[in-house]
């Protein structure tokens, strides 16, 4: 039987130590959607993730509001697209599979959506390279997009092709940025 | 059995058992435990209920125990009992 004590302890966690479910995630394989033609490939990832997600956000605040417990943040994560674009023929075409991805994010009402990744941790291939070349435009022009590139790991050491390739978008990004924010007045140099 | 835990804290005064157990048989809650404390003017109430047969869910009753909360100047909070079980036991 649950005690007061217990109650109390668990209520002040929430209450005064800001104890929280931080993120609640819905895994989505966008393995099935790939399609030959890259607008039908949109169309289906936009399709399957706006069908599957679309009471995530809801359900998210019943479960929250049932336990008494904040729950900040849902999420989507989504097979790393750089394999379900490995047929795109340029950095536009992933940027346009991170357009599709930031619509049905958007629909869905979740925080984020993860999974714009490239795994290069054993060398990277034609359309991983794309897909890091379209990275600063995506972060840029998305508002939901998570994105993310391995270069390494335990088992498989550093690619340094890749990771020099990263890096120097990287700074890309941060001076799109910079001009972006300029632009606009709020300058963050 | 649909277990919740209801906790009731404020500040002590005449009609908070029976305005809490009203609402409660108002949404055919059944009530399963009671206890409670009162320290210095303070009242503390715990109550484990079963809310299986409630004519709502749990987050709909825990915006209802809220309000009337708000209305008798106490903070009432209806918890489903699984997030102190998990807490606390293995």
């Known amino acids: ?189 | 059995m649909e277990r919740a835990i209801i906790t009731v804290v404020g500040v002590d005064k005449v009609g908070i058992i029976a305005g809490v157990c009203n609402v409660l048989a108002a949404h055919n809650v059944n009530i399963r435990s009671i206890s409670q404390t009162i320290v210095d003017e303070y009242f503390n109430m715990m109550m484990i209920v079963d809310i299986s047969k409630a004519d709502m869910k749990a987050g709909e009753l825990a915006d209802v125990m809220a309000g009337l909360g708000e209305e008798m100047g106490l903070r009432i909070r209806l918890q489903k009992s699984e997030i102190f079980s998990q807490m606390h036991r293995i």
């Open chain 1, 1 to 189: 039987m649950i005690t007061f004590s217990e109650v109390y302890e668990t209520n002040q966690m929430i209450q005064q130590e800001n104890l929280d479910v931080r993120t609640i995630t819905m895994g989505i394989s966008l393995l099935d959607c790939i399609d030959s033609s890259l607008q039908k490939t949109c169309d289906n990832i936009y399709d399957k993730i706006t069908r599957l997600a679309r009471d995530l956000v809801r359900v998210g605040e019943e479960i929250s509001k049932d336990y008494g417990i904040p729950i900040v943040n849902k999420r989507v994560s989504v097979t790393p697209i750089s394999l379900v674009g490995a047929a795109c023929k340029s950095p536009e075409d992933f940027y346009r599979i991170a357009a599709a991805l930031d619509r049905a994010a958007k629909e869905i009402g979740v925080n984020f959506l993860g999974g714009y990744t490239a795994l290069v941790q054993k060398s990277m291939t034609a359309a991983d390279r794309m897909l890091i070349e379209s990275i600063p435009a995506v972060l840029r022009d998305t508002e939901r997009v998570c994105s993310s590139v391995c270069v390494g790991s335990t088992k498989t050491g550093m690619d340094m092709d890749a990771r020099r390739v990263s890096r120097s978008h990287g700074r890309r990004f941060r001076y799109k940025c910079r001009r972006k924010w300029s632009r606009s007045g709020q300058d963050r140099a």
